[in-house]
């Protein structure tokens, strides 16, 4: 009689390391992209890379988590530990450098009035105010938001929504560097 020797079920590294919500890159991007725009700097990178580190550990620390709450091994446990771990060093050691768009202006010099005004409106500062062009992707966004309030507005698919919100998201970023670079 043959023994058939025991079987470990495979773990597939992409599921453990990579969430399935997609839309949550924009929040990175935004504000990474403001930040090398506005204020790039040898040390602006150095945010940039803790945010995906941040993103990330939270959805392989869930799913060692939930086998810590049924008091069960699973064989995804000890790979998902390993990736909060790496997720976790990667974004603490990159956040010593600073914290996304305002850290980078610090970092490449600039005031602390300017890092402070695109802390709080992540958008690019000029003397502490956003440039004027930024008020055009402003008022377009708000015109999206109340055409998107009216009753018999076709529903969108999640996915489409999210690409839009990314493209009118990036629009935005582009007319603050826009209006940061030209002074208005």
Aim: proline share 9%.
């Amino acid at each position: 009689m043959q023994r058939l020797a025991a079987t470990r079920p495979k773990v597939r590294c992409r599921t453990l390391a990579l969430p399935n919500e997609h839309g949550a890159w924009a929040f990175l991007l935004d504000p990474a992209l403001l930040g090398l725009g506005v204020a790039p700097s040898a040390a602006g990178p150095a945010p940039v890379g803790a945010g995906p580190g941040a993103l990330l550990t939270p959805h392989p620390l869930g799913l060692a988590l939930a086998g810590v709450r049924r008091r069960k091994r699973f064989p995804r446990t000890v790979p998902a530990l390993g990736l909060v771990g790496a997720y976790g060093a990667l974004a603490a050691v990159l956040l010593m450098a600073g914290f996304l768009a305002g850290a980078m202006a610090l970092a490449a010099g600039r005031a602390w009035l300017l890092a402070l005004g695109m802390w709080l409106v992540v958008a690019a500062a000029r003397l502490g105010a956003p440039p004027q062009l930024a008020v055009l992707p402003s008022v377009l966004l708000l015109a999206r938001a109340a055409a998107g309030m009216w009753v018999g507005v076709p529903v969108l698919p999640a996915k489409r929504v999210g690409m839009l919100e990314l493209g009118y998201s990036l629009v935005t970023v582009a007319a603050v560097l826009a209006g940061a670079w030209l002074g208005w």
